[in-house]
């Protein structure tokens, strides 16, 4: 019998970061995987960030995570997305070639000498008294820890379909976990269904490039770790093509055929991600849809077409595929298709991402209802860094709305649910303001550093950042100028008398670290990214200020924990209705449960005052 | 916890004041007085702090957790004077580990202590807010829903904009390559449009929450504050025949057709070398003006001030026990007219109150003044809708969380401070 602190179940993105948190605390920690080969394994489109998920990646890397790291050594063709709005939207992203980003994976978890990983199938939980105590293998063997951490992704009862074939599984080529899925389904929690589809993937030695736009990388790249300046990767463009009125009659015409409109799939896929079907059907009046072809690696000729994913049967694809400009003679490598998977319904989670009927257990990623790799390597942040905690008898690690992406979507997960893939979108952030991917070092790494998770290097060098954007700030600040010393320095003021200083005007349209230099000339002494990250924290300061009051108050919410075991039924004056709501949803704190459906004001109150009361706080 | 004391009963001269203390050195704290009856006994004491006498008092004692607040409280029943309660609040505040209380916190500890519910608490409250028949309505229509289902649509516009916006900004990347912006400005214009009117009719709402305030202006001598006592139905200003009896403004509250009115007696209106009578002169002015109506006392009817009647007020004749004339004349004396009067600030205060809104507390008229200077910044921005979309959604937002949080969609916090703010210190 082996014996560990926190094993983690799945090597996919969320188990990989889950297992370097866990490791990177001190944890002994176990990652279980049915190949070890396929840690890091990008199975959907070969790219890392976005819009909110760069964001997510960002924040990862502030916690000394490793798919920024990855993203950065596999990265061969970086975009800041909203590269010409506001920082506060732009997102990170960059096309991965599939061979270096697993291998970066791979090699980054070879450094942590407290992970051993383990091939073999996880059969069954060890259960003593509602407290996991472990694993069993499919070969009997018995391996022991305080924290489980379950990464299943989309194995869970997963059905591929392919037009009307259907077989089960979880991603083409991997066996499904069924023994786990029936160990997890007698927890008796919630269950929902999912779909999500892939396009096929082509060969790129067929398509004709030469008539296709390319799009090239950003001429600065920009990375993802807040410890690399350049990629390391040769960079290359993607090509552009998109659908026309003969691809959509192909479709059109084989709908029926479809497994999403053949009626074989119950599950509920994301609106924000349409198959091509979807496309044709529910925006009927465009004539075309965009199609980027993005290469999967650098010495592997297979292009994803993103954009085009669909469940129609293999000899569909070919036809509406080759009825595209440059890809008229393509070869299709692995036709796309459907998975159909459950998940768990996350609000059976507390905000640690532990299931509340099991203590010491934890799910993160898809298994949590939620799609993308960026979101799940979040929650196998928070999975591990909070069951490593729990295995050194440390109190958990919680991430605020107001502080993180990660808080927030650990919240709307743990509180709301999920109704399609959840996915992440800086819309979802109500302080997006201050929650940007440029400071995410800035927000996050002291408190990660306070947790134990980050490395002496990072530390010393966002201390010696945080050190230096303070004093450019601190010269910024000092001194107080008329408007007619701005106007001199070319800063565009009215002349209504009243004196600023040069980082108040750095929120000015048009102003510029150029013009804070003319104004202070120690500004010019602090090197170009502390002067643009200046310029960026000052840009949404008056926003932010005015933001101050709503987060102080959500923080006090938060604040104000319910404890487990609070007994609802205690409650005179609480509705039978709502007491049963809270019963079901047992919210962490008032917070989560002024978000329950039907809370009224008055329920709220009488609730925070029983929470307050000593006395009535626990039941036996 | 610590241990808080306030006067329960109002403030001001009184047959009897009630000093409550409430909390865990509330028996010690009035043991030093005097030697504390049985619990749930009156006890007739004299009370004395450092050999000093500060009063004969009733001193009842209630143990924990039989008591208002649930807690070990003692109630001090003082002769009902100013300067007995201050002197008794200073002792205890002296004492150490004692604190006056906050408005609401003895009602506060009884629902934390499980005493009151939030039902019962929220009763309260209300009890204590509603006086006329007008702001009885007023509640009631509030209670049907009628301002949830003002501001949906509002919402429902703001959400189509905010999503609008956000799509250029998360979809960058995909097919959202129109120009939002045109549909963006119609939706938030008449969102802004709409907010200005209500806003506009929120101060005729308020007034009926509050209460209306009526003026009453005339020479000195004219009979202005025998009027008042009249309409008062007791003698609340001092009557004499000196000219300029009244020289600071008198207030008193009373309910006329169903509304709560504050009638204001003021100084006589003359040129006076008197430095205090000129100051109560401009301070009658002063208030007059900002009055929701003005009786004007005439002791002729062309007789004319510099501070011209406006077309909605009302002109008497005074004395109309003795002058009669071409206008309508009142007398307080007799009562004569008075009748007729008070249905003519009726109908007058009536008619003001037909074009109110629906948003009459300041919590509202805020939220509506915050939620449109959003609105008003986002409209700014939009030219720069494709530099700065983040900018005008955080605005939409602002707007939004203000107009939800007119209907309670608030933090915790806030809910309390609100809820409890509408007692007084001593409740």
Redesign the interface.
């Given at each position: 019998m082996k014996q560990f602190d926190v094993i983690v179940v799945g090597g996919g993105h969320a188990g990989a970061e889950a297992a370097a948190a866990s490791a990177r605390m001190g944890s002994r920690t176990a990652l279980i995987t049915l190949r070890r080969d396929a840690i890091g394994v990008m199975s959907c489109n070969p790219a890392i960030g976005?819009?909110?998920k760069g964001h997510l990646v960002r924040e990862i890397d502030a916690c000394d995570g490793i798919m920024g790291e990855a993203a950065d050594r596999a990265g061969i063709q970086f975009r800041l997305?909203?590269r010409?709005?506001?920082p506060?939207?732009q997102g990170p992203r960059t096309q991965a070639d599939r061979k270096l980003y697993r291998q970066a994976i791979q090699s980054l978890l070879a450094r942590y000498d407290s992970l051993t990983i383990m091939q073999g199938e996880v059969a069954s939980l060890i259960v003593n008294a509602n407290q996991i105590g472990g694993v069993v293998l499919a070969d009997g063997s018995r391996i022991t820890a305080s924290a489980v951490i379950i990464t299943a992704g989309t194995f869970l009862n997963g059905v591929i379909h392919v037009g009307d074939q259907q077989r089960a599984g979880g991603r083409v080529g991997d066996a499904p976990s069924v023994l786990l899925a029936q160990q997890l389904a007698d927890l008796n929690l919630q269950r929902g269904r999912l779909k999500t589809g892939t396009p096929p993937r082509l060969d790129g030695r067929t398509i004709n490039w030469s008539v296709l736009d390319s799009q090239p990388g950003d001429d600065v790249p920009t990375m993802f770790s807040f410890l690399n300046s350049a990629p390391f990767a040769a960079q290359i463009a993607c090509g552009i093509t998109q659908t026309n009125a003969r691809t959509h009659d192909i479709v059109r015409q084989n709908l029926g055929r479809s497994a999403m409109y053949g009626g074989h799939i119950s599950g509920v896929g994301p609106r924000?991600c349409p198959s091509i079907e979807d496309k044709v059907v529910r925006f009927a009046d465009?004539d075309h849809?965009?199609i980027f072809l993005e290469p999967e690696g650098l010495d592997d000729p297979t292009v994803y077409p993103n954009g085009i994913s669909t469940s129609l049967p293999a000899e569909v694809q070919q036809d509406y595929v080759r009825s595209i400009v440059g890809l008229e003679q393509v070869t299709i490598t692995q036709p796309g298709y459907a998975i159909e998977y459950d998940y768990f319904d996350p609000r059976g989670l507390d905000p640690a991402l532990q299931v509340k009927a099991m203590a010491g257990l934890f799910f993160a990623g898809q298994i949590n209802g939620t799609t993308g790799y960026e979101e799940a390597a979040a929650q196998g942040l928070v999975a591990g860094l909070n069951a490593a905690l729990l295995a050194s008898g440390r109190p958990p690690a919680l991430f605020s709305r107001s502080e993180s992406y990660i808080g927030v979507m650990i919240d709307d997960l743990t509180t709301h649910g999920v109704t399609e893939p959840y996915r992440m979108?800086?819309?979802r952030a109500?302080y997006?303001?201050a929650l940007r991917a440029d400071n995410a070092d800035q927000r996050l790494t002291e408190k990660a550093i306070a947790l134990g998770c980050v490395s002496q290097t990072r530390a010393a060098q966002y201390r010696k950042k945080a050190d230096l954007l303070a004093a450019a700030r601190a010269v910024l600040s000092e001194t107080a100028f008329s408007p007619r010393e701005l106007q001199a320095a070319g800063v565009e003021v009215s002349a209504d008398g009243a004196r600023r200083s040069a980082y108040d005007v750095l929120a000015f349209?048009g102003v510029t670290p150029e013009h804070a230099a003319n104004l202070v000339p120690a500004f010019a002494g602090f090197d170009a990214e502390i002067q643009q990250q200046t310029a960026r924290d000052a840009l949404y300061v008056q926003?932010i200020q005015?933001q101050d009051r709503?987060v102080q108050?959500?923080r006090?919410?938060e604040a104000?924990a319910i404890p487990a075991g609070f007994d609802y039924a205690d409650i005179?004056?609480l509705s039978n209705e709502l007491t049963q709501k809270l019963k079901r949803a047992l919210p962490a704190n008032?917070f989560q449960a002024?978000k329950i459906e039907g809370m009224?004001?008055?329920?709220?109150?009488?609730l925070?005052?029983h929470v307050?009361?000593p006395s009535?706080r626990q039941t036996a | 916890m610590d241990t808080i004391f306030a006067l329960a009963s109002a403030r001001g001269r009184a047959g009897v004041a009630v000093l409550r203390i409430s909390g865990p050195l509330a028996h010690w704290a009035a043991g030093q007085l005097c030697a504390l009856p049985p619990v749930r006994h009156a006890g007739l004491r004299v009370l004395r702090y450092q050999g000093e006498v500060l009063d004969q008092a009733v001193v009842l004692a209630f143990a924990a957790p039989h008591s208002f607040t649930g807690e070990d409280s003692v109630e001090l029943h003082l002769h009902g004077s100013i300067a007995v309660v201050a002197k008794v609040s200073d002792v205890l505040a002296q004492m150490g580990g004692l604190r006056l209380a906050e408005a609401g916190e003895f009602t506060r500890r009884a629902?934390?202590?499980?005493h009151l519910?939030?039902?019962q608490?929220?009763g309260l409250a209300d009890l204590i807010d509603a006086e006329s028949e007008s702001q009885r309505k007023q509640a009631l229509q509030v209670l049907s829903g009628v301002i949830a289902q003002k501001v949906a649509p509002w919402r429902a516009d703001l959400l189509r904009a905010?999503a609008l916006i956000?799509a250029t900004?998360?979809?960058?990347?995909?097919?959202v390559p129109f120009d939002v912006s045109p549909e963006v400005l119609g939706l938030l214009t008449r969102v802004q449009q709409d907010l200005a009117a209500e806003h506009a009719r929120s101060g005729a709402a308020a007034a009926i929450r509050e209460g209306f305030e009526v003026a009453i202006l005339g020479a000195p001598n004219v009979g202005k504050s025998t009027l008042l006592n009249a309409l008062a139905q007791r003698e609340a200003a001092i009557t004499s025949d000196i000219a300029g009896t009244t020289r600071d403004v008198i207030e008193v509250r009373m309910h006329i057709g169903g509304l709560l009115v504050t009638v204001l007696d003021t100084a006589g209106l003359r040129d006076s070398d008197d430095v205090v009578e000129s100051i109560g002169i401009a301070r009658a002015k002063q208030r007059a003006e900002a009055a929701d109506l003005r009786i004007f006392l005439l002791q002729r009817a062309d007789e004319r001030f510099d501070i011209q009647p406006r077309p909605d007020d009302i002109v008497r004749l005074a004395k109309g026990d003795v002058v009669q004339g071409s206008i309508p004349s009142v007398s307080g004396k007799t009562g004569a007219g008075l009748d007729a009067l008070l249905a003519e600030i009726a109908h007058k205060l009536e008619g003001k109150t037909s074009a109110a809104g629906v948003f009459s507390r300041q919590r509202h008229i805020q939220a509506l003044g915050v939620a449109q200077a959003a609105l008003q910044k986002a409209i700014a921005a939009l030219p720069?809708a494709?530099?700065?979309?983040?900018?005008i959604?955080?605005e939409i937002?602002?707007a939004l969380?203000a107009l939800e949080g007119i209907l309670?969609h608030?933090?915790?916090?806030?809910?309390?401070g609100e809820?409890f703010s509408s007692f007084c210190i001593g409740k």
């Open positions: 976005g819009l909110g997305l909203n010409r709005k506001g506060a939207v924000y465009k849809h965009q979108f800086t819309s109500e997006r303001l349209e926003y005015r709503d108050r959500l006090a919410d104000l005179p004056g008032i002024s009224t004001p008055a329920a709220l109150l009488l925070i005052s307050r009361r009535r | 629902m934390d202590n499980g519910d939030l039902t608490v929220e905010a956000e900004i998360d979809f960058a990347d995909e097919d720069r494709t530099e700065a979309p983040e900018v959604a955080t937002r602002v969380n309670g608030i933090g915790v916090e806030d809910l309390l809820i």
